[in-house]
């Protein structure tokens, strides 16, 4: 059984993470901004920031595996990738393994492209957060060879506003948005989690993006 801290435990994403993993018997710290309303069982909560390096050793210390969920252009004032070296210095001192739960937009629609962010329909509102996600994602593929990483790409339709069906099922895609026969692309935040959990135990990813969806 792996250790997990979970930067952004109490959010939609990282809640389902969190609880998929205590599930199957995994131990599981959070941290966040603020302690839950409702916390789930089995999971210890913490208040702290991912851009506090005495945090960040404490989640080095503390976990085996590193799960970032949390905003990707706004967290506590910084964009995520400007935060990423703290996180990538503290996982290479612990020998840590670095997670995130990506956005969909830099996703490729098609093998060779382009981008979902960068089709005409994408939603101008939608951007800032998409770039900032897809910026990491560039930068985790610039680091050292001894980090060990994954990020996790879900469908275009994920969030607290469509949670969807748990299904207890999924398809990856690589770098290629997973899509359905009809060309709607959604994951449900349970299934999504179940993905995020099965690539902490097998390890089909290593230093990777994939996609998700149903």
Same mark, same amino acid.
């Given at each position: ?19 998929e993993?205590?599930?199957r018997g995994?131990? %599981? ?7 839950? *309303? ?5 999971? /210890?909560? @913490? ?9 960040? &050793? ?5 976990? =085996? *595996?590193?799960v %970032?969920?949390?905003h990707? #252009?706004?967290?506590? &004032? ?10 990538v210095?503290?996982? $290479?001192?612990? =020998?840590?393994? $670095?997670?995130? %739960?990506?956005?969909?937009? !830099? !996703? ?16 101008? /509102?939608w951007? +800032? /957060?998409?770039? #900032?996600h #897809? *910026? %990491? $994602?560039?930068a985790l ?6 980090? @060990? ?5 879900? +469908?275009?339709?994920?969030?607290s ?7 207890? !099922? ?12 009809? &060309? ?6 349970? =299934?999504?989690?179940? #993905?995020?959990? =099965? ?16």
């Amino acid at each position: 059984m792996s250790n997990l801290v979970i930067f952004g435990g109490t959010g939609y994403a990282g809640g389902n993470i969190a609880a998929e993993a205590v599930k199957r018997g995994h131990t %599981v710290i959070s941290y966040s901004r603020n302690l839950p *309303e409702q916390p789930l069982d089995g999971v /210890e909560y @913490r208040t702290g920031s991912i851009t506090d390096t005495h945090v960040l &050793g404490h989640a080095g210390q503390d976990g =085996d *595996e590193i799960v %970032v969920a949390v905003h990707g #252009a706004g967290v506590d &004032g910084q964009k995520l990738v400007d935060v990423l070296p703290k996180l990538v210095a503290a996982a $290479l001192a612990n =020998d840590v393994r $670095l997670s995130f %739960v990506g956005g969909a937009g !830099s !996703s490729l629609v098609a093998e060779g492209g382009p981008r979902l962010i960068d089709t005409p329909d994408f939603h101008e /509102e939608w951007k +800032a /957060e998409a770039s #900032a996600h #897809a *910026e %990491v $994602l560039e930068a985790l593929r610039r680091t050292p060879e001894e980090l @060990r990483w994954f990020y996790v790409s879900p +469908a275009a339709l994920f969030g607290s506003f469509a949670p969807g069906e748990t299904t207890g !099922s999924y398809r990856t895609g690589g770098d290629v948005l997973v899509t359905k026969e009809d &060309g709607s692309s959604e994951i449900s935040g349970t =299934d999504f989690a179940l #993905a995020y959990v =099965d690539e902490i135990e097998q390890s089909r990813h290593p230093r990777q993006r994939f996609t998700v969806g149903h």
